[in-house]
C-alpha cells in the first residue's frame, strides 16, 4: 500500500515556506514543536498553555493540519494543555513511515500520539476526518479518553458527490479576487475560503499525494459502544458531508449519553462558519 508524500522535493519546500509563514501569521501565542515517534510516522505536535493537566487534543478535517484551529488556541489554552496535531498522511510537519489502511490503522497511530504525549486523559477534539480518527480510537482504545468532540465528523454517510463538488466549488471560489469571496463563501457554503493564510497554504500542497483511508459508515453496533465517554456532537446544519438531523437522530438512539447539537447557520466548515458557538462548546464540553 501507498503512503502520503510530496511529490519531490521542491514541492516540499514550497509547502514547507508556506507552512511556516503561516505559524508566524496565525498561531497566537507562545507554543513548542514537538516531534512525537509513531509506527507510522514521525507526528509533528505544537503545545500551548500551562504545562501540566489533561491536555486538550486538536484533530484536523482531511488536507488540513494544526493550524487549522488557530482562533481556538488562545482561549483553550487559558485553561488546559492545548496541542494541535498535524496528523500523519495529511500535509504538514508530520512525516508518514508506514501505510493506514483502516480505522483501527488510525486508532493505533493516535494512541501513538497520546501515549507519546503521556496523555490519560485527554480531551479529544476532532473535526470531519479528525472526528472519524477520534472515534476510531475510542472503539479500539477505549479508557484513554477524558471526552471527545466532535465538529461535523466523518463516518455517518457515505461519502458522495456532494460532498466533492462542495469541496470542488470551494477551492474554486478560493481562487476568486478577495473582493468576491465573501459572496461567493455564501454561495457554495464554505467560509474557510476567507481564511487568506490558510487558503494560502492549501494552494502550496497540491504537490501532496494524499493515501489515506475513506472513512467507511460507522456501525450500529459500532455507535453502541461509545457511551462510556462523554461526547458531544456539533453538526452543520447545511452540511454538505450528510443529512445532519438523520445522523442526529441515529446518534441519539444509539448513544443515548451523548450530546447532540444541529447548529444552524453552519455547513461542514462548522469551525470557520459558526467560531464564537463552537468555541463556547469547546469550553464547556472540556470542562474550562
Not at 41 to 46: I, K, P
Not at 82 to 99: M, N
Not at 107 to 127: K, R, S
Not at 182 to 202: D, K, Q
Amino acid at each position: 500500500m501507498r503512503i502520503s508524500a510530496f511529490k519531490n522535493d521542491r514541492a516540499r519546500q514550497r509547502f514547507d515556506a508556506a507552512y511556516q509563514r503561516a505559524l508566524a501569521e496565525l498561531w497566537p501565542g507562545p507554543r513548542t514543536a514537538i516531534d512525537l515517534p509513531t509506527g507510522y510516522g514521525t507526528t509533528r505536535v505544537h503545545r500551548a498553555g500551562p504545562p501540566t493537566g489533561d491536555p486538550v487534543v486538536l484533530l484536523p478535517g482531511s488536507g488540513g493540519n494544526a493550524l487549522m484551529w488557530h482562533r481556538y488556541i488562545d482561549a483553550l489554552a487559558r485553561h488546559r494543555p492545548v496541542v494541535a496535531v498535524d496528523t500523519v498522511g495529511e500535509p504538514g510537519a508530520s512525516t508518514q513511515s508506514a501505510p493506514i489502511a483502516d480505522g483501527r490503522d488510525g486508532a493505533a497511530w493516535l494512541e501513538d500520539v497520546l501515549a507519546g504525549l503521556d496523555a490519560t486523559a485527554a480531551h479529544l477534539v476532532g473535526c470531519s476526518y479528525g472526528g472519524w480518527l477520534a472515534l476510531s480510537h475510542q472503539l479500539h482504545h477505549p479508557g484513554r479518553v477524558a471526552s471527545l468532540t466532535l465538529l461535523d465528523p466523518a463516518g455517518f454517510s457515505r461519502v458522495g458527490p456532494r460532498f466533492y463538488a462542495w469541496l470542488i466549488a470551494g477551492g474554486l471560489a478560493s481562487a476568486a479576487p478577495r473582493s468576491l469571496r465573501p459572496g461567493l463563501a455564501r454561495l457554495v457554503g464554505n467560509s474557510t475560503i476567507l481564511e487568506t493564510e490558510l487558503m494560502r497554504l492549501m494552494r502550496a500542497s497540491t504537490g501532496f499525494r494524499r493515501a489515506l483511508p475513506v472513512p467507511p459508515v460507522l456501525s450500529d453496533e459500532e455507535l453502541g459502544l461509545l457511551g462510556g465517554v462523554p461526547s458531544l456532537f456539533l453538526l452543520g446544519a447545511r452540511s454538505a458531508l450528510h443529512d445532519s438531523r438523520e445522523v442526529a437522530e441515529r446518534i441519539g438512539r444509539l448513544v443515548p449519553s451523548a450530546r447532540v447539537e444541529v447548529v444552524a447557520g453552519a455547513g461542514h466548515a462548522i469551525t470557520s462558519d459558526r467560531p464564537d458557538l463552537v468555541a463556547d462548546r469547546l469550553l464547556g464540553a472540556v470542562g474550562a
